[in-house]
Structures are given as structure tokens and as C-alpha cells.
T-cell receptor, first 114, second 116 residues
Framework: AQSVTQLGSHVSVSEGALVLLRCNYS??????LFWYVQYPNQGLQLLLK??????LVKGINGFEAEFKKSETSFHLTKPSAHMSDAAEYFC????????????FGTGTRLKVLA | DTGVSQDPRHKITKRGQNVTFRCDPI?????LYWYRQTLGQGPEFLTY????????KSRLLSDRFSAERPKGSFSTLEIQRTEQGDSAMYLC??????????????FGDGTRLSIL
């Protein structure tokens, strides 16, 4: 069965510092991976997706993620944190077992300190 | 693209009452999903429709839960005889059926259910 693990339920960074949110996946087949962001009391917004076309994926709001098969990782990064980046971030694997569905990680809450 | 719309945004009800939520997907999207999200957790899959057909139901969906998508457009999720444990955010998502695993799901803002 496919799964994702997000290391660190809470991450704090200073404004302007590097953001690194970790995600490791478990899959016996090439995975399709996504990062979503959720602001308080809102739904989830797609940041970026990996579909095997390129290992470095650029998303919205300056975020990017690198797929590393050898490390089974898909970490999310942003060079310089902004106060508006404070939110919950979810790593997701797309699976097919008769039907298409998402398997979510448990999420990482990012706090940005002034 | 007007996005996925959910109604109501918030619902407060007493234990034992029935509630119904509505989801309007993006108009050209054939696939529709319901998820449940509790505090501090990621969303959990509840059920999936392709057009009007309900193709999968999670074991999380007890017999008190029922979902419909009668004309392949909007969907409703009903919870009968609500219990404290039903308190959660209920999220709806939709996607195109033309793609496979790479097809992203688009989420609504959810309905937050609070059981008194």
C-alpha cells in the first residue's frame, strides 16, 4: 500500500529564512505526489505536483519540491519565508486501487516568526 | 472556473439530529470526492463518484452516512443520528476523469460540523 510520512508536525522559521518541509513516501510503483496548502478554515490549495516529467518541480508562491527516488523523499522548500506562508501543508500520494483517491500525510503546520 | 463550492460553511447541531451538506464541483469535472478532516489530521477519504455512480465507499462511512450525486453534477452528504464523533470538517473535491493518477483534485472550503 502506498503512504506518505511527514516529519515534523510543527515547523517554525524566521521571516526570510529557508523553509524545508519533509515528506517521505512508500510506494512499490512510481508515485504521483502532490503538495497542498491549507489556510485556517479553508480548503486545500494545490502548490505543486510530481508526475515523473522532472525531478525538480516548481509550484506557486515560490515553493518547489525535489523528487529523490534513492531517498524516497519529496521535500518542499522555499528560499525565503514570508509571513503569509504560515499555514498547514500536506504531502499527498495519488493512488489507484479500483478507484482513484488521495492518501494524505498528517500535515505540517508552518509558523513564520517576525 | 468558479471553483468547488460547499454549503453550508458551518453547521452546529444537537446530537441525534440529521444534517445534509451540499457540494457543487467545477462544472466540467466528472469525479467527485468527499473527505473528512479532524483537528490536527490530514483529510481521510470517505467516498468517490464518477458522474452519478458512487464507485467507492470507505469503511469510515458508516450506515448513518449516505452520499448522492443524482445527476452527475452536485452531490449531497447526509449524516443521520449525528454523534459527537462526527464533529469534523467535511471536504469535497473534484477532478477531471480524463486524466489518471496525475490529475489534481480541486477542493472546496469545506463544511465544519459541530455536534453539541
Amino acid at each position: 500500500a502506498q503512504s506518505v510520512t511527514q516529519l515534523g508536525s510543527h515547523v517554525s522559521v524566521s521571516e526570510g529564512a529557508l523553509v524545508l518541509l519533509r515528506c517521505n513516501y512508500s510506494s512499490s510503483v512510481p508515485p504521483y505526489l502532490f503538495w497542498y496548502v491549507q489556510y485556517p478554515n479553508q480548503g486545500l490549495q494545490l502548490l505543486l505536483k510530481y508526475t515523473s516529467a522532472a525531478t525538480l518541480v516548481k509550484g506557486i508562491n515560490g515553493f518547489e519540491a525535489e523528487f529523490k527516488k534513492s531517498e524516497t523523499s519529496f521535500h518542499l522548500t522555499k528560499p525565503s519565508a514570508h509571513m503569509s506562508d504560515a499555514a498547514e501543508y500536506f504531502c499527498v500520494v495519488s493512488t489507484f486501487s479500483g478507484t482513484y483517491k488521495y492518501i494524505f500525510g498528517t500535515g505540517t503546520r508552518l509558523k513564520v516568526l517576525a | 472556473d468558479t471553483g468547488v463550492s460547499q454549503d453550508p460553511r458551518h453547521k452546529i447541531t444537537k446530537r441525534g439530529q440529521n444534517v445534509t451538506f451540499r457540494c457543487d464541483p467545477i462544472s466540467e469535472h466528472n469525479r467527485l470526492y468527499w473527505y473528512r478532516q479532524t483537528l490536527g489530521q490530514g483529510p481521510e477519504f470517505l467516498t468517490y463518484f464518477q458522474n452519478e455512480a458512487q464507485l467507492e465507499k470507505s469503511r469510515l462511512l458508516s450506515d448513518r452516512f449516505s452520499a448522492e450525486r443524482p445527476k452527475g453534477s452536485f452531490s449531497t452528504l447526509e449524516i443521520q443520528r449525528t454523534e459527537q464523533g462526527d464533529s469534523a470538517m467535511y471536504l469535497c473535491a473534484s477532478s477531471l476523469a480524463s486524466g489518471g493518477l496525475d490529475q489534481p483534485q480541486h477542493f472546496g472550503d469545506g463544511t465544519r460540523l459541530s455536534i453539541l
